[in-house]
T-cell receptor, first 113, second 112 residues
Framework: GAGVSQSPSNKVTEKGKDVELRCDPI?????LYWYRQSLGQGLEFLIY????????KSGLPSDRFSAERTGGSVSTLTIQRTQQEDSAVYLC???????????FGQGTRLTVV | GENVEQHPSTLSVQEGDSAVIKCTYS??????FPWYKQELGKGPQLIID???NVGEKKDQRIAVTLNKTAKHFSLHITETQPEDSAVYFC???????????WGAGTKLIIKP
């Protein structure tokens, strides 16, 4: 595709359930980022991938959060045993390399009820 | 670590007037400073960026200035139009570090 694609666009889940969010970056982009954005707030960094490796996972809020990237392309962010405070928009971005323009997807709006 | 502060949090200007948003950063090694615009329901989009080897960059109605000594950079939008209404984020990073450090955002409102 022409841009970063995220799915689903919206997800409503019950507290305690697991969810999986998907990001398809722009083809050829080696860097991939996950951010979380609460309503009316700024961007909270979660994790960064360079290829399939995640040099820094310190942004993940708790051990319920995990992410992987395969084949240097698609990435999935998994949240286990979701809590209401996990409700937010999860944004994915990709770039050719670090410190170059990051292209964002539309985000996945997660609502935990 | 790096910290980026952004002001104001909300800015309301009359259509046709100029808008200025300011950011300060803490790490003097920072050398890349992008500005992103986020419209409602969309992801942020890069509108302009500047690297530390220049002091100013302009693209039509948008300009960014950088003062390395004072460690601050600003976004200037001239002749504002209704479609400029959005949330604007500044960020800073060091070339040896992958991570962009983001400001908290400025909600820009253009009054007709």
């Amino acid at each position: 595709g022409a841009g970063v694609s995220q799915s689903p666009s919206n997800k409503v889940t019950e507290k305690g359930k697991d969810v999986e969010l998907r990001c398809d970056p722009i083809s050829g982009h080696t860097a991939l980022y996950w951010y979380r954005q609460s309503l009316g707030q700024g961007l909270e960094f979660l994790i960064y991938f360079q290829g399939n490796s995640a040099p820094d996972k310190s942004g993940l809020p708790s051990d319920r959060f995990s992410a992987e990237r395969t084949g240097g392309s698609v990435s999935t962010l998994t949240i286990q045993r979701t809590q209401q405070e996990d409700s937010a928009v999860y944004l994915c971005a990709s770039s050719w390399d670090m410190n170059t323009e990051a292209f964002f997807g539309q985000g996945t709006r997660l609502t935990v009820v | 670590g790096e910290n980026v502060e952004q002001h104001p949090s909300t800015l309301s200007v009359q259509e046709g007037d100029s808008a200025v948003i300011k950011c300060t950063y803490s790490d003097s090694a920072s050398n890349y400073f992008p500005w992103y615009k986020q419209e409602l329901g969309k992801g942020p989009q890069l509108i302009i960026d500047i690297r530390s080897n220049v002091g100013e960059k302009k693209d039509q109605r948008i300009a960014v200035t950088l003062n390395k000594t004072a460690k601050h950079f600003s976004l200037h939008i001239t002749e504002t139009q209704p479609e400029d209404s959005a949330v604007y984020f500044c960020a800073a990073s060091i070339s040896s570090n992958y991570q962009l450090i983001w400001g908290a955002g400025t909600k820009l409102i253009i009054k007709p």
